[in-house]
């Protein structure tokens, strides 16, 4: 079958030469695919295609040697227009959802796939095809405990992988409403402590210490005062933040602007936060930091705040290749990562958008609280945050 894949890439006009194909065999030998096929489709893409010219003349050999499964993930336009309208919803019992099939993150892929392969007219309400309403682990505006959403809004936060462009945007670093309050909120994050070589004259101290001394001057220098304080903010964007996109706006400005601070620096993630952050919306890999490397550029000093509402499905934050995006795959799960960032800050806060009495109800957000001081971004809850960073020590969890 493998070498069916190497001679048809061939036959297309993919230049496959013996030292990218014993490349690949290296990388399947130690295991680099996961036994997983949409893996291994990400894995042969890697080692076999030199340029973006050749991606889609390799998606259509690889379609052809795996029975015609799609090996790339983009949904032709025609099924996302199936999907746009949901109808039937069907609103099941606890009992009736408990029924339903569990897939594993790999079965969920295959399947999908396959189905789609099947598949030639729009469904709805029904339990097999890619549709929507019904309980189909396929579609959108349907229920399932581990579906791929295809396309659209997420609505029950609830998906554990997305299909379909997705398209975030920066938070603004411009806006003026209300920031004035937030940063009279932010106001304590200017701790001015003494840092650094005493070179400042201490009048009161050298009188005294002249006095003690029956009138010889004796000089005492201390160090001057400065502002220590960095600050380090981690922002979800997409999807369930959408709605929040204006408090989230007018909190990154008002951190722009705080003249109080040593250093202040902003990344994205979406959802949570896995392998790697963002320094813009785009999610790209050009605009991609490993978070390892994020640990080692800011120590613990640093005062690190989380803003999302910590809602997803249960395997995005505890499973390994756990990312909503089948594209972007992770080893290490998410909340290995939390506990790392967690464990490595001095004082880290997480800033929740989500009404307080929604955060009970999420099986992740209890998740995320147990790690980090959670408080709701408000005028009110970014003051208590900021005591948080600045004054005594909250245990995880009581700031709700």
């Known amino acids: 079958m493998f070498s069916t894949l190497f001679y048809g890439l061939r036959d297309e006009g993919v230049p496959v030469a013996m030292q990218e194909w014993m490349t690949l065999m290296d990388a399947l030998g130690k295991g680099l695919h996961g036994s997983s096929l949409l893996r291994f489709y990400y894995l042969s893409r890697a080692c076999l295609v030199k340029s973006e010219t050749y991606y889609d003349a390799f998606d259509r050999v690889f379609a052809r040697v795996f029975h015609d499964i799609e090996g790339s993930l983009p949904i032709e336009e025609e099924v996302l227009e199936w999907l746009r309208n949901p109808e039937n919803h069907q609103q099941l019992s606890p009992e009736q959802l408990a029924e339903l099939e569990r897939l594993s993150q790999d079965e969920l892929m295959r399947k999908f796939f396959e189905t789609l392969a099947e598949q030639d007219e729009r469904h709805d309400g029904g339990g097999k095809w890619i549709g929507t309403g019904g309980h189909s682990p396929y579609g959108h505006g349907g229920v399932h405990p581990t579906g791929v959403r295809v396309g659209g809004p997420g609505k029950n936060r609830s998906a554990m992988k997305v299909i379909g462009e997705r398209k975030f945007k920066d938070y603004r670093t411009d806006q003026a409403l209300d920031v004035r309050q937030i940063r009279v909120a932010l106001k304590r994050l200017r701790h001015v402590t003494r840092h650094g070589v005493e070179t400042e004259l201490d009048l009161d101290e050298t009188i005294d210490e002249t006095c003690r001394n029956a009138g010889e001057i004796e000089f005492v220098f201390r160090a001057p005062k400065r502002n220590n304080l960095r600050v380090l903010l981690l922002m979800d964007v997409g999807g369930t933040m959408d709605p929040y996109f204006e408090p989230v706006s007018q909190l990154l400005t008002a951190l722009y602007e705080e003249r109080g601070l040593r250093a ?30 994020l640990l080692r550029y800011y120590n613990e000093h640093w005062k690190v705040i989380v803003v999302g509402d910590a809602a997803m499905h249960p395997a995005e934050l505890l499973e390994p290749y756990g990312n909503i995006n089948p594209s972007m795959t992770s080893e290490t799960t998410s909340i290995t990562w939390l506990h790392k960032i967690h464990e490595h800050f001095d004082r880290t806060v997480w800033l929740n958008p989500d009404e307080r009495r929604f955060w009970e109800h999420s099986y992740t957000a209890r998740m995320v609280k147990k790690l980090f001081p959670m408080y709701h971004l408000s005028v009110e809850g970014i003051g208590d945050a900021v005591n948080g960073l600045v004054g005594a020590r909250v245990s995880t969890g009581e700031a709700a």
Do not use: S
């Open 264 to 293: 202040f620096e902003a990344y994205y993630f979406h959802n949570t936060i896995y392998d790697c952050v963002y320094k813009n919306a785009t999610l790209r890999p050009d605009a991609a930091v490993n978070t390892a490397d």
